[in-house]
Nanobody
Framework: QVQLVESGGGSVQAGGSLRLSCATS??????MGWFRQAPGKEREGVAA????????SYADSVKGRFTISQDNTKSTVYLQMNSLKPEDTAMYYC????????????????????WGQGTQVTVSS
């Protein structure tokens, strides 16, 4: 059983920064992703990082502001969020795909098979 535990959420003013962490039982997954879901909206992919690639995937809305990275020694994936905007307010979830798949739907929530419980990010104007 894979466990994912997010941390690092909180409240910040617009323009501020937060770093989210996702601790996992192992970091040999095919891919890891960060998603977010605001009230009344669908869960959307924010960023993903995957084995064998040096080019993470990002949603257009966060490109240039968010950075996904991983520390294999700590089995942790991070999401550095800079220049935060009120529209970034959401519950943020970490996800893992443990299987090596031919498809590459890294920002599609349905593609992942494990999820964390989420951490809330609130950005005030």
């Amino acid at each position: 059983q894979v466990q994912l535990v997010e941390s690092g959420g909180g409240s910040v003013q617009a323009g501020g920064s937060l770093r989210l962490s996702c601790a996992t039982s192992k970091l040999t997954h095919f891919a890891m992703g960060w998603f977010r879901q605001a009230p009344g909206k669908e869960r959307e992919g924010v960023a993903a990082i995957y084995t064998g690639s040096d080019s993470p995937s990002y949603a257009d809305s966060v490109k240039g502001r968010f950075t996904i990275s991983q520390d294999n020694t700590k089995s942790t994936v991070y999401l550095q969020m800079n220049s935060l905007k009120p529209e970034d307010t959401a519950m943020y979830y970490c996800a893992a795909q443990t299987r090596t798949l031919s498809s590459r739907n890294f920002l599609d929530a349905a593609w992942y098979n494990y999820w964390g419980q989420g951490t809330q990010v609130t950005v005030s104007s």
